[in-house]
């Protein structure tokens, strides 16, 4: 049942409801809802009057819209435009004309002529015409008892407001129609809507030598600029420029492969046509572009670092960087006791460390890590956001989100006897989670080798397990010198923040965790490249005052408050209210900061992780299909053409098709050793072109690193990973 059908039927008292709530009714379904609206819910019969008002208002957003779409409507204030449409009778064409003489721009008369017999005066309404009694309504009165719930009636008092034809000619037509003696329409002359599609196109046409629209006898010869781009479309051209984009208003570049060949969103376009995308002027930008480069140059401020955890599972994740959190003062002594005792309560004591980032009730009751939790914390030199992803295979996608975020990783190894052999082998989700990393964008790998306390802190156990790692991460694209190792325990929490174990410091002399974490260096910020944003998560908090908002990483340019983005692949504009980075409110946030954003103007259903919030001026391409260079994994089968896939970008993973093999290159050089190949076989770089299911947010590689990455997997392994270097669609 729905609510409205329950308040009908549901009887109420003088007790029922108490006082502010009675008000909080009357406000809410009485005083604001429309006339129809008071008839479906309630069984009110609105009068005369209110059903007149509220036709009226309807019509005239109507005609004013109209207006929007048919003029150059930024020399004209909206008061302007609602007094056109009022003084010409709710006619589009009349207004048209009002303004034209009005403002003495004859220009806006290109395909509206006057009648020669009668020159143009806005005239104001007439009573309507008395109607027949039921008794006298015959078959012949139809046409004039049609418009028994507004305009136009039988009188002509107001006009369509697409066709923008006059009074007279339906004042005319309708009285044809009631005598029985209508003609059949003279298909030889223009439609109305030949004249108003006709009048679209030169409006939004810089060329003013285009002929007027012909009348009463001519035939109508050319045809509008809208069936001219259809055409075009039709026969695969692309729209490149403002003046070919299918409603695009002059002046203003606008992508097809954004908005699509079937027509843009036109209060988007309408806004950036009339400047009203609020962005901060270039004197505060240049400030705080200025700003930002300052911060990253000085030694008193912090450097800013996005950290991975990858690993098998069960090896230690959670608990490992839970216990640093905790030694390094993030999480407060009472918290930590309270969580010990909830984990004993459960059968899982040694589990509190790990539920300082595994949060969710289920999470905990598994003792696995399901989605990404994000966190942080600080070190002397450095600002960590700290990304636990899960280990187990089945939540794969959610470690491809957690690891396209970041700028580092810590793998964590299991040194227990046998716990490391499971991990690494082929179906382990260590090997498969280095390959993710460095496939999207991780620069270095800290290796912690941990619970080596559980074999009484050997040296030898240490160095079986790095001659293990080491030459697969070398195959995999991390050298030596982008790897250091720690052994640790994160239990214990030994060689954490502190070296305490004697049998430890016999052997190893190198830095803790915190330590190696703080001689990391940040990558360089693409910070003066359009705005990107990418979301990872979406809620409502209402107790910060917050509101909707968003999760994410910034991966190029800067936004600060007051900024209008726009969300794709929804084509909305939003505004934003508040940044927040490491729960402190922030003006502006930079590339490369992980934050969360409050907005106005949009709502939460709108939003999905994986939407993008762009720069409305030079937003990020909606792509169905690219040329991609693919690096392959081990796929089982090969890969041949019209191989499916899932392809995972950011937070988001769409089927996908490869259409085509282009060729084989060397993976060093990038020369072509074959083309056109049949298949694709283990570790071969190819060219191919990838076709998708959907639209989704891709950038090219070389503009937008983060947001030209992929992966590819197909039956629950990850069978190659590419960037994108040519857009197609």
């Given at each position: 049942?729905?609510?409205?059908?329950?308040?009908?039927?549901?009887?109420?008292?003088?007790?029922?409801?108490?006082?502010?709530?009675?008000?909080?009714?009357?406000?809410?379904?009485?005083?604001?809802?429309?006339?129809s609206?008071?008839?479906?819910?309630?069984?009110?019969?609105?009068?005369?009057?209110?059903?007149?008002?509220e036709?009226?208002?309807?019509?005239?957003?109507?005609?004013?819209?109209?207006?929007?779409?048919?003029?150059?409507?930024?020399?004209?204030?909206?008061?302007?435009?609602?007094?056109?449409?009022?003084?010409?009778?709710?006619?589009?064409?009349?207004?048209?004309?009002?303004?034209?003489?009005?403002?003495?721009?004859?220009?806006?008369?290109?395909?509206?002529?006057?009648?020669?017999?009668?020159?143009?005066?806005p005239?104001?309404?007439?009573?309507?015409?008395?109607?027949?009694?039921?008794?006298?309504?015959?078959?012949s009165?139809?046409?004039?008892?049609?418009?028994?719930?507004?305009?136009?009636?039988?009188?002509?008092?107001?006009?369509?407001a697409?066709?923008?034809?006059?009074?007279?000619?339906?004042?005319?037509?309708?009285?044809?129609?009631?005598?029985?003696?209508?003609?059949?329409?003279?298909?030889?002359?223009?439609?109305?809507?030949?004249?108003?599609?006709?009048?679209?196109?030169?409006?939004?046409?810089?060329k003013?030598?285009?002929?007027?629209?012909?009348?009463?006898?001519?035939?109508?010869?050319?045809?509008?600029?809208?069936?001219?781009?259809?055409?075009?479309?039709?026969?695969?051209?692309?729209?490149?420029?403002?003046?070919?984009?299918?409603?695009?208003?002059?002046?203003?570049?606008?992508?097809?492969?954004?908005?699509?060949?079937?027509?843009?969103?036109?209060?988007?376009a309408?806004?950036?046509?009339?400047?009203?995308?609020?962005?901060?002027?270039?004197?505060?930008?240049?400030?705080?572009?200025?700003?930002?480069?300052?911060?990253?140059?000085?030694?008193?401020?912090?450097?800013?670092?996005?950290?991975?955890?990858?690993?098998?599972?069960?090896?230690?994740k959670?608990?490992?960087?839970?216990?640093?959190?905790?030694?390094?003062?993030?999480?407060?002594?009472?918290?930590?006791?309270?969580?010990?005792?909830?984990a004993?309560?459960?059968?899982?004591?040694?589990?509190?460390?790990?539920w300082?980032?595994?949060?969710?009730?289920?999470?905990?009751?598994?003792?696995?890590?399901?989605?990404?939790?994000?966190?942080?914390?600080?070190?002397?030199?450095?600002?960590?956001?700290?990304?636990?992803?899960?280990?187990?295979?089945?939540?794969?996608?959610?470690?491809i989100?957690?690891?396209?975020?970041?700028?580092?990783?810590?793998?964590?190894?299991?040194?227990?006897?046998?716990?490391?052999?499971?991990?690494?082998?082929?179906?382990?989700?260590?090997?498969?989670?280095?390959?993710?990393?460095?496939?999207?964008?991780?620069?270095?790998?800290?290796?912690?080798?941990?619970?080596?306390?559980?074999?009484?802190w050997?040296?030898?156990?240490?160095?079986?397990?790095?001659?293990?790692?080491?030459?697969?991460?070398?195959?995999?694209?991390?050298?030596?010198?982008?790897?250091?190792?720690?052994?640790?325990?994160?239990?214990?929490?030994?060689?954490?923040?502190?070296?305490?174990?004697?049998?430890?410091?016999?052997?190893?002399?190198?830095?803790?965790?915190?330590?190696?974490i703080?001689?990391?260096?940040?990558?360089?910020?693409?910070?003066?490249?359009?705005?990107?944003?990418?979301?990872?998560?979406?809620?409502?908090?209402?107790?910060?005052?917050?509101?909707?908002?968003?999760?994410?990483?910034?991966?190029?340019?800067?936004?600060?408050?007051?900024?209008?983005?726009?969300?794709?692949?929804?084509?909305?504009?939003?505004?934003?209210?508040?940044?927040?980075?490491?729960?402190?409110?922030?003006?502006?946030?930079?590339?490369?900061?992980?934050?969360?954003?409050?907005?106005?103007?949009?709502?939460?259903?709108?939003?999905?992780?994986?939407?993008?919030l762009?720069?409305?001026?030079?937003?990020?391409?909606?792509?169905?299909?690219?040329?991609a260079?693919?690096?392959?994994?081990?796929?089982?089968?090969?890969?041949?053409?019209?191989?499916q896939?899932?392809?995972?970008?950011?937070?988001?993973?769409?089927?996908?098709?490869?259409?085509?093999?282009?060729?084989?290159?060397?993976?060093?050089?990038?020369?072509?050793?074959?083309?056109?190949?049949?298949?694709?076989?283990?570790?071969?770089?190819?060219?191919?072109?990838?076709?998708?299911?959907?639209?989704?947010?891709?950038?090219?590689?070389?503009?937008?690193?983060?947001?030209?990455?992929?992966?590819?997997?197909?039956?629950?392994k990850?069978?190659?990973?590419?960037?994108?270097?040519?857009?197609?669609?």
């Amino acid at each position: 049942m729905s609510r409205h059908t329950f308040y009908r039927n549901k009887k109420y008292s003088t007790t029922d409801l108490s006082d502010s709530e009675d008000e909080d009714w009357d406000n809410s379904y009485d005083n604001s809802v429309s006339p129809s609206g008071k008839e479906y819910m309630f069984g009110y019969r609105a009068s005369a009057k209110e059903q007149e008002e509220e036709e009226d208002e309807d019509l005239l957003i109507k005609c004013v819209d109209q207006l929007h779409s048919t003029i150059n409507s930024s020399n004209y204030t909206e008061e302007e435009l609602i007094e056109a449409v009022r003084e010409a009778n709710y006619s589009v064409s009349g207004a048209i004309k009002h303004l034209a003489h009005r403002s003495g721009n004859d220009d806006l008369l290109f395909g509206f002529e006057e009648s020669p017999k009668k020159s143009y005066a806005p005239t104001k309404t007439q009573p309507p015409k008395a109607q027949p009694a039921a008794s006298q309504r015959g078959p012949s009165n139809i046409a004039s008892n049609l418009n028994t719930r507004g305009k136009p009636n039988v009188t002509g008092k107001k006009v369509n407001a697409v066709q923008g034809t006059v009074t007279a000619t339906l004042a005319s037509t309708t009285k044809a129609a009631a005598s029985g003696n209508t003609k059949p329409f003279d298909f030889s002359s223009p439609s109305p809507d030949d004249i108003v599609l006709q009048t679209q196109g030169q409006a939004f046409s810089k060329k003013k030598d285009v002929p007027k629209a012909p009348t009463g006898g001519q035939k109508f010869q050319g045809k509008s600029r809208l069936q001219e781009q259809q055409e075009r479309l039709a026969k695969g051209e692309k729209l490149q420029n403002s003046q070919d984009d299918i409603g695009a208003p002059p002046g203003l570049t606008v992508s097809t492969t954004l908005y699509g060949s079937t027509g843009i969103n036109r209060d988007v376009a309408r806004a950036m046509e009339k400047k009203q995308v609020k962005q901060h002027n270039d004197a505060r930008r240049t400030q705080i572009l200025k700003s930002i480069k300052e911060s990253e140059e000085s030694s008193d401020s912090k450097a800013h670092i996005n950290l991975v955890v990858i690993g098998h599972v069960d090896a230690g994740k959670s608990t490992l960087m839970g216990h640093l959190m905790v030694l390094s003062g993030e999480v407060s002594e009472k918290t930590i006791n309270k969580y010990e005792r909830d984990a004993k309560v459960i059968g899982k004591g040694s589990f509190h460390f790990a539920w300082v980032l595994d949060e969710h009730a289920e999470e905990r009751e598994r003792g696995v890590t399901i989605d990404v939790s994000v966190n942080s914390f600080q070190t002397k030199t450095k600002q960590i956001t700290l990304l636990d992803a899960p280990g187990h295979k089945d939540f794969v996608p959610n470690m491809i989100s957690g690891a396209a975020q970041a700028d580092v990783a810590v793998l964590v190894i299991n040194a227990s006897d046998g716990e490391f052999e499971r991990g690494f082998k082929d179906d382990g989700q260590t090997k498969e989670h280095v390959v993710l990393a460095k496939s999207l964008g991780v620069s270095f790998l800290i290796v912690a080798i941990n619970k080596l306390d559980s074999v009484d802190w050997s040296e030898t156990r240490y160095n079986e397990l790095i001659e293990a790692v080491s030459p697969f991460l070398r195959r995999t694209g991390f050298p030596a010198s982008s790897v250091i190792y720690i052994p640790c325990s994160g239990l214990v929490g030994e060689n954490l923040t502190s070296q305490n174990s004697e049998l430890l410091k016999a052997w190893y002399k190198g830095p803790t965790l915190i330590d190696a974490i703080d001689q990391l260096k940040p990558p360089v910020r693409a910070v003066e490249n359009p705005c990107r944003f990418v979301v990872s998560d979406v809620y409502r908090d209402n107790l910060s005052g917050m509101g909707v908002c968003v999760g994410g990483k910034v991966e190029s340019g800067f936004l600060a408050k007051k900024d209008q983005l726009l969300v794709l692949p929804i084509n909305e504009l939003c505004t934003i209210k508040t940044i927040k980075f490491h729960n402190d409110s922030v003006e502006y946030a930079a590339a490369g900061s992980n934050i969360d954003i409050g907005l106005l103007n949009i709502e939460m259903n709108m939003l999905q992780v994986g939407s993008v919030l762009c720069d409305p001026l030079d937003p990020i391409p909606l792509v169905t299909s690219f040329k991609a260079q693919i690096i392959t994994f081990n796929p089982q089968p090969p890969i041949l053409r019209g191989t499916q896939f899932l392809l995972h970008t950011q937070s988001i993973n769409t089927p996908g098709c490869i259409k085509q093999l282009l060729n084989i290159v060397d993976v060093k050089t990038g020369e072509v050793k074959a083309t056109k190949p049949k298949c694709l076989t283990k570790s071969v770089s190819a060219n191919v072109i990838i076709t998708l299911d959907k639209p989704i947010c891709l950038d090219l590689y070389s503009k937008c690193k983060s947001l030209g990455r992929f992966t590819m997997r197909d039956s629950g392994k990850t069978i190659g990973a590419g960037v994108v270097t040519k857009i197609l669609s």
